[in-house]
């Protein structure tokens, strides 16, 4: 798998009854070769808090990127 397939990441708008429903999805396919070698290298607990970590960063990191979609589009 090519590192620029790893990851996919969608938008969905849907009208709502006062306003508009924002969805942003992400889905890992695979591991990058460079994280996946990091990985590899790792005790297996040290990998899963690893992963456990960056699950959490992507998370936190839509929900600002909706937050600031929202806030983009309600200041117009």
Excluded: C
């Excluded at 798998?1 to 990441?9: E, G, I, K, N, R």
């Excluded at 006062?18 to 005790?43: A, C, D, F, I, K």
């Amino acid at each position: 798998m090519d590192d620029a397939d790893t990851s996919v990441w969608s938008f969905d708008i849907e009208a709502a009854d006062h306003g508009s429903l924002l969805t942003q999805r992400y889905v890992m396919r695979g591991l990058r070769n460079g994280l996946r070698s990091l990985m590899e290298r790792m005790p297996p607990e040290k990998a899963e808090t690893f992963l456990e970590d960056r699950r959490a960063q992507l998370q936190d990191g839509l929900r600002q990127t909706v937050k600031g979609i929202k806030r983009t589009v309600e200041n117009r």
